[in-house]
């Protein structure tokens, strides 16, 4: 799913450990969590 947060503004993340391995650089300026 990581391949994909730059397509939709609708991002899916898992909770705890997952979240640090986001890379907010490549989400959009304005998303919903």
Same mark, same amino acid.
Not at 3 to 19: K, R, V
């Given at each position: 799913? *990581?391949?994909? /947060?730059?397509? &939709?503004?609708?991002? $899916?993340? !898992?909770? !705890?450990? &997952? /979240? *640090? %391995? $986001? %890379?907010?650089s490549r /989400?959009? *300026?304005?998303?919903d969590v």
């Amino acid at each position: 799913m *990581k391949d994909n /947060l730059h397509i &939709s503004n609708a991002i $899916i993340c !898992g909770n !705890g450990p &997952s /979240l *640090k %391995d $986001i %890379d907010y650089s490549r /989400l959009p *300026k304005e998303y919903d969590v």
